[in-house]
T-cell receptor
């Protein structure tokens, strides 16, 4: 199994500012992902965080808006840049140890932009 | 584009067996089928995973026909605490590891 710690658990931010969300895993994992879940909706994959290289973004998400770092096999950050109220959402970190195995999810970061 | 199709919502009564079917017509040969449960304000939680035929664990069973184009999650004797959203996931069809979430099924268990 894998235990994921996300920080902060929630935040209220002013529009135009940026927030960095941290994801810490208690063991080394091969794959880390970032998802967004808007109120009452399903999860949308933002990007795959690649260790030691640039993240791989899904359609509709760009590095300038959602820069991601992954310096090692247990840690990643997602920054939500130049925030607007439309960025209000829950952001979740997910990890998998190998392909086609169980994915573990953090509790999420609830972001409100005012 | 989501790779799976599920009913949007279902209602059931306590003590009943609930079956949620998922369609995944374009599943790739190397993709597994995985089901997750999500409660409000929590991240999704793994329930069960299978490749073919039937898989059973302490909380659910997963039935997968030979053509693997669909699957059915079976929850025996549900309780009020099983009220949640249930997601059926397969790989993204390219043999990689990304999970693309569909709409999920909102299960409401009534007393």
């Amino acid at each position: 199994s894998a235990v994921i710690s996300q920080k902060p658990s929630r935040d209220i931010c002013q529009r135009g500012t940026s927030l960095t969300i941290q994801c810490q895993v208690d063991s080394q994992v091969t794959m880390m992902f970032w998802y967004r879940q808007q109120p009452g909706q399903s999860l949308t994959l933002i990007a795959t965080a690649n260790q030691g290289s640039e993240a791989t973004y899904e359609s509709g998400f760009v590095i300038d808006k959602f820069p991601i770092s992954r310096p090692n096999l247990t840690f990643s950050t997602l920054t939500v840049s130049n925030m607007s109220p439309e960025d209000s959402s829950i952001y979740l970190c997910s990890v998998q140890k190998t392909t086609n195995t169980e994915a573990f999810f953090g509790q999420g970061t609830r972001l409100t932009v005012v | 584009l989501a790779k799976t199709t599920q009913p949007i919502s279902m209602d059931s009564y306590e003590g009943q067996e609930v079956n949620i079917t998922c369609s995944h017509n374009n599943i790739a040969t190397n993709d597994y089928i995985t089901w997750y449960q999500q409660f409000p304000s929590q991240g999704p939680r793994f329930i069960i995973q299978g490749y073919k035929t039937k898989v059973t664990n302490e909380v659910a069973s997963l039935f997968i026909p030979a053509d693997r184009k669909s699957s059915t999650l079976s929850l025996p004797r549900v309780s009020l605490s099983d009220t949640a959203v249930y997601y059926c996931l397969v790989g993204d069809g390219t043999g990689t590891y990304k999970y693309i979430f569909g709409t999920g099924t909102r299960l409401k268990v009534l007393a």
